[in-house]
């Protein structure tokens, strides 16, 4: 079992800055891939960013230029660190894990609420 706690989530003007944090804990080993994903009210959820066990990572495109992702491996976290954001990223986001490049995300987070204002 590998359980994943989000947080940093909050409120931020339109062009400001949030970090999140996804901690993981448990039967860390296998992971392969850490992913962030983003569900607004209404909207189906959409994967953001990606990062594999050697570093290589992966924006969707809305995202490109503005959010960046990373690891700590000797804390087990990943970060979202999220720059110029927009209204239209307001949602909550949810850090996921799983054990191989090509199959579906094992494990997720509680979530955590960003909202952007205009």
């Known amino acids: 079992q590998v359980q994943l706690v989000e947080s940093g989530g909050g409120l931020v003007q339109a062009g400001g800055s949030l970090r999140l944090s996804c901690a993981a804990s448990?039967?860390?080993?296998?992971?392969?891939?850490m992913g962030w994903h983003r569900q607004a009210p209404g909207k189906q959820r959409e994967l953001v960013a990606t990062?594999?066990?050697?570093?290589?990572?992966d924006y969707t495109d809305s995202v490109k230029g503005r959010f960046t992702i990373s690891s700590d491996n000797a804390k087990n976290t990943v970060y979202l660190q999220m720059n110029s954001l927009k209204p239209e990223d307001t949602a909550v986001y949810y850090c996921?894990?799983?054990?191989?490049?090509?199959?579906?995300?094992?494990?997720w987070g509680q979530g955590t609420q960003v909202t952007v204002s205009s």
């Open positions: 448990g039967s860390i080993e296998r992971i392969n891939t």
């Open positions: 990062i594999d066990k050697i570093g290589i990572t």
């Open positions: 996921a894990a799983k054990y191989a490049r090509w199959t579906s995300y094992d494990y």
